[in-house]
């Protein structure tokens, strides 16, 4: 009988893709939190803007019956910049880190045509 029968699974019985944030929580290291399944990625993004993590790290995805995960940091950070763009507003304080490390301006530059 294998020792670890006894062990339950943190894995989801269900196909539903799970979003994890890995968040730097100071002096107690990083800790992985599990966004609600509702409308996850959503979920996820309004959490950030909202600071409910301190020093947002990494989000990555998850589907356990699908046997596939991804990091979706740069997605994330992207739709964040995008929104505080259509806002007319700064990256709040607490995500620009974050936002700069994943979702780096394009720096390319257009011309444009004169006629």
């Known amino acids: 009988m ?3 029968r006894w062990l339950l699974s943190i894995a989801p019985n269900s ?16 800790t992985w939190c599990k966004a609600d399944l509702e409308r996850a990625v959503e979920t996820v993004i309004q959490d950030l803007l909202a600071r409910k993590y ?19 940091s740069e997605d994330i950070a992207r739709e964040i910049q995008h929104r505080c763009n259509l806002q007319l507003s700064d ?25």
């Open 15 to 30: 196909d539903e893709t799970i979003y994890l944030v890995a968040d730097n929580s100071g002096r107690n290291g990083s």
């Open 2 to 4: 294998p020792r670890f």
């Open 54 to 72: 301190r020093q947002p790290i990494r989000v990555v995805a998850f589907n356990t019956a699908e046997r596939w995960s991804e990091d979706v």
């Open 91 to 115: 990256v709040p304080s607490h995500l620009q880190e974050f936002v700069d490390r994943y979702a780096a301006q394009d720096s390319r530059q257009y011309s444009l045509r004169l006629v």
